[in-house]
């Protein structure tokens, strides 16, 4: 029996498919840098070896994963190429994998991660399901119907996927270090929507996805009425928000779902869609209500009289989705935003763009640039950010105490890099604080 080898089992993707092999019967094992990773929880829950990085790991008889993130030149990549083993870089792999099932490729610049998730959990109500996260959750099934999965535009990797279905949330210009316009991105999807091949789910009120030809239908979804599946009546409760949908102007039923803000609307209106037209009945899929989130995504914890959020936001139009999203649920309070901007492209190109979603908030503070490994950093600084924000402050991991200062508020950890270290020194500097008050 093969081992799957997997170089790099901590990214998100791969321990999701490392997760998916090992549920679905197969030998699994892995390797990685040392540094602890929020995904390695879920790898060591199931007893799947992680080892670190070296050559001796790359024995005879491995057919071997390699995650995106490394090169050719990594050493263990190299070892399997000089030994001749079965080599698959981490999509090439998913793109076979997912052909034994009805596949369900969940696409699009934001919101692919809360609709996967949301979708994974409607379905997996009712169906043997497999499923793959891009938090770095994955679940396989032997008897699995449907195979629900993430499917990234980065560096057009998603062309390697024929899915039966394709969700596709939004296109919006983002990846500056790959993408040069938004025309570029546009031609990503359109290549992605012609190896759909039974139908595609897109959302009709976004004006790039209008413009999507395939050769498969196209349901369209959104608030504006000229879509096939039409959110109305939206009213916001203690515990999220209800809705009515109308399919082809016709009432269809009532949904509810745990969670605040248009855009989260959207992607329980797709995972509707998607289940209406497998022919899932609308108690089933009602299954929305329960669902209880997936990682890094508006990730609350209460501490006095604060609320402290993690999310995974690192775009402008997530940040302002993010922010609204807080406001909705906690009209009373005030919300301060910390921000982490992730890559030195990124914030260069939309630099005007986070100032401005960023000034929704009332409080601003900023964490220097999480750089990524491919880029040079440039002459920007996060100082280039702050000028454009009135009152907004540097915030560095030695004086998060400051944050104290924002009684009664949501506070927003933001950022798609190690943000979440921000988070822990102000939760350590809290329960410092309150021991001390004790012993005092």
Not at 142 to 170: G, K, Q, W
Not at 421 to 430: G, I, S, T, V
Request: proline fraction near 2%.
């Amino acid at each position: 029996m093969t081992t799957y080898h997997f170089i790099g089992i901590k990214g998100t993707g791969m321990s999701a498919l490392a997760q998916i092999l090992h549920d679905s019967g197969e030998k699994v094992q892995g390797s990685d840098v040392e540094k602890r990773f929020f995904t390695q929880e879920a790898l060591e829950k199931k007893n799947i070896p992680i080892l670190p990085f070296a050559e001796s790991n790359i024995k005879e008889g491995l057919t071997i994963i390699a995650g995106n993130a490394f090169s050719d030149e990594h050493q263990e990549i190299k070892e399997a190429k000089r030994q001749g083993l079965s080599f698959y870089r981490y999509h090439e792999f998913l793109g076979e994998w997912l052909k034994q099932f009805t596949s369900i490729a969940v696409t699009g610049a934001h919101g692919k991660t809360s609709t996967t998730g949301l979708l994974a959990h409607v379905l997996n109500e009712t169906y043997p399901i497999s499923y793959l996260i891009g938090d770095g959750t994955g679940k396989g099934h032997v008897d699995s119907r449907y195979f629900a999965f993430e499917a990234c535009e980065y560096r057009r990797h998603f062309l390697r996927y024929e899915p039966d279905y394709a969700i596709m949330t939004n296109i919006d210009f983002d990846h500056p270090d790959y993408y040069t316009s938004i025309d570029d991105v546009f031609k990503a999807f359109q290549s992605m929507a012609e190896k759909v091949k039974k139908g595609i789910i897109a959302c009709g009120d976004d004006e790039q996805l209008q413009k999507i030809q395939a050769k498969v239908p196209v349901v369209y979804y959104g608030f504006a009425e000229t879509n096939d599946f039409q959110a109305q009546n939206v009213r916001e409760t203690d515990n999220g928000t209800e809705f009515d949908v109308f399919v082809r102007n016709t009432f269809y039923d009532t949904f509810q779902i745990p969670m605040y803000g248009d855009h989260n609307i959207l992607n329980a209106l797709s995972v509707i869609a998607i289940c209406h037209y497998e022919d899932m009945k609308a108690d089933d899929i009602k299954a929305l209500s329960t669902f209880q989130g997936v990682k890094r995504r508006f990730t609350e914890k209460k501490i006095g009289d604060q609320i402290l959020i993690d999310d995974y936001a690192h775009h402008p139009k997530e940040i302002t989705a993010t922010i609204d999203s807080a406001r909705k649920k906690y009209p009373g309070k005030s919300i301060t935003a910390i921000f982490q901007p992730h890559t030195f492209s990124r914030t260069k190109t939309f630099l005007q763009e986070f100032a401005d979603s960023l000034s929704n908030a009332d409080n601003v503070y900023l964490c220097d640039i999480f750089g990524s490994a491919r880029e040079d950093s440039g002459k920007l600084t996060i100082h280039d950010l702050q000028e454009r924000i009135e009152g907004s402050a540097i915030l560095e991991l030695s004086s998060t105490e400051l944050l104290r200062e924002n009684e009664d508020s949501v506070l927003i950890f933001m950022g798609a890099g190690d943000i979440q270290k921000f988070q822990q020194a102000y939760e350590e500097q809290l329960s410092l604080s309150e021991n001390n008050r004790l012993n005092a």
